[in-house]
């Protein structure tokens, strides 16, 4: 089994005879011998991963089915619960929490699915952060370069598997959290429906926004990994009562007869050369003329920019009283804005969401995607402070979710597409209607196997 | 003006940090008030938005 192979290439290959504990044992030598450098680990639970590949190479010589991701590792963010370890969510303060005593829900499926768990990753701290630095644990480091960052909250989660340690990862998206390290490490992303998967034993930010998802090298693993992860769960109160609808059966049924719009004005405006030059191919590849516009989306970005503050306020409130010097300074000065943010504000923004969801619904009656770009630019320099949208210098930190952020405020469906530009990458949203995972899956799929869409192995890697 | 804009801020911050007991330490003024500034834009930018009364937030809850 090659350093690079996929998920489905390594369930494939554990189920026709090749031993778990092997590939296991393989990813933590990878571990072992680059995340050194890429620091994208935060914990290694080497002992719970070599027990459970040997139980599925067991199982296997029992003559037992294995399932559609027998022997593939994994790792999660580290707000994933993890049974035996504390629940960082990327801060100093959570490090004194008990040892979580059961998995994720998330995690859970995926094992039972025959994945193994290999770690947990490094993260923005408090998921409040769009560059994967942290200053406790220092940066996740991004594979292309990695004098760059590899966007954030979920940063490890994009370096581990841009760096080719695991072939699948879990990170959670609030505001980008995935599919800006997806764009920026050049990997595929799924922030899938709000309310599709589960967030159950996960640390959470935002409770109006939090979602979870894979980062993966191929469109295939992020079905493989979606659909073991779709189903009700009574232990998150905002996931959907739907029935698990696959997206692996359909993956390669083509575009035929989608309709395929670029979103416009806003998402046109302040990008960079980089990043419009991916829109256009992508769209050019899938023959996408029509340009759409997201009515208001401006305010909305605002409007999810106003919630993000003030629940995440509410809900460190408490430690910002007790324990605000063991905060990340540029988190705790955001919090606190956000805990002194006037309430008639925030609700406001509640009133607008409802009027934008349903304003950009009224696009899906006419078009079935809309491809619009996941970050202005490709990496920023670890460290930079600022960078340059339409002209003006702003803040980096908040602003390199600005493409994401009215996209996920109204929970819709997204798969980050990689094109793999030298020297970096960088990523395309392809948006779909809520609830249509499928629709953007295929259309990533098709750009994979039309090679318009590819997650590039680093050049240090390179054969 | 300026000035006074920038010293009606800093006494708001001062003020909400006690009111919500919130240990603000002298620092951290600057960066708290830049994002306030932001997050009050943003605020007030979303609420210019002209909506009906009976516009039904979107908070998530099931009875």
């Known amino acids: 089994m090659h350093d690079w192979a996929t998920a489905s290439e390594i369930a494939e290959a554990v189920r026709s005879g090749t031993s778990a504990a092997a590939v296991a044992e ?112 220092g940066p996740s480091r991004n594979p292309h370069d990695t004098g760059r960052m590899t966007g954030g909250s979920s940063g490890g989660s994009g370096g581990a598997v841009a760096g080719g340690l695991v072939p699948i990862s879990l990170g959670s998206d609030t505001n980008g959290s995935i599919r800006v390290p997806a764009s920026l490490c050049g990997l595929f992303g799924l922030k899938p429906t709000y309310g599709r998967l589960s967030r159950a034993r996960t640390f959470p930010f935002v409770a109006s926004l939090d979602h979870l998802g894979p980062l993966a090298r191929s469109t295939r693993d992020l079905a493989l990994a979606y659909d073991a992860m779709q189903g009700h769960d009574a232990d998150d109160p905002v996931c959907a009562r739907r029935p698990v609808e696959p997206a692996l059966s359909s993956l390669g049924s083509g575009i035929s ?47 999810a920019y106003v919630i993000s503050a003030t629940e995440g306020a509410a809900l460190h409130l408490d430690r910002l009283r007790a324990r605000a010097n063991d905060f990340d300074p540029a988190v705790r000065d955001r919090l606190i804005a956000g805990a002194m943010t006037p309430a008639s504000l925030v609700v406001k923004a509640h009133k607008f969401r409802r009027w934008y969801r349903d304003e950009v619904a009224k696009l899906f009656d006419s078009v079935d995607a809309i491809l619009a770009p996941a970050t202005p630019c ?70 994979e196997v039309g090679k318009v869409a590819e997650a590039p192995r680093p050049q240090q890697w390179r054969d | ?23 603000v330490e002298a620092a951290w003024l600057p960066a708290i008030k830049a994002n306030l500034e932001v997050t009050l834009r943003f605020g007030n930018q979303v609420a210019g938005f002209p909506l009906p009364d009976e516009a039904e937030p979107a908070f998530v809850f099931e009875a």
């Open chain 2, 1 to 23: 003006m300026r000035d006074e804009q920038g010293d009606t801020m800093e006494q708001l911050i001062e003020a909400a940090a006690k009111a919500l007991e919130l240990p």
């Open chain 1, 26 to 137: 393989a990813a933590l030598a990878r571990i072992a011998e680059r995340d050194g450098v890429l620091n994208s680990f935060t914990a290694v639970t080497r002992d719970r991963a070599l027990a459970k590949a040997r139980a599925i190479d067991a199982a296997r010589a029992r003559g037992e089915p294995l399932g559609p991701l027998a022997g593939v590792p994994f790792a999660v963010k580290n707000l994933f619960d993890v049974a035996g370890l504390a629940t960082l969510a990327g801060s100093k303060i959570n490090r004194e929490h008990a040892p979580a005593t059961a998995d994720a829900t998330l995690i859970a499926r995926m094992e039972a699915a025959g994945a193994v768990l290999i770690g947990a990753l490094n993260m923005g701290e408090y998921a409040y952060d769009f560059t994967g630095e942290n200053v406790h644990d």
């Open chain 1, 257 to 303: 007869g989608l309709r395929i719009a670029i979103a416009g004005g806003y998402f046109r405006r302040g990008a960079s050369p980089e990043a419009l030059s991916a829109v256009d191919r992508i769209a050019k590849a899938l023959g996408a003329t029509r340009e759409v516009e997201l009515p208001e989306a401006t305010r909305a970005r605002a409007a």
């Open chain 1, 378 to 447: 490709t990496a920023p320099k670890l460290g930079q402070k600022t960078l340059v949208i339409d002209g003006v210098e702003v803040p980096l930190r908040p602003n390199v979710g600005i493409y994401t952020q009215p996209i996920s405020f109204i929970g819709l469906p997204v798969v980050a597409v990689p094109v793999p530009l030298a020297p970096l990458p960088i990523g395309v949203q392809v948006i779909a209607a809520p609830w249509r995972e499928d629709v953007a899956l295929r259309i990533a799929h098709a750009l």
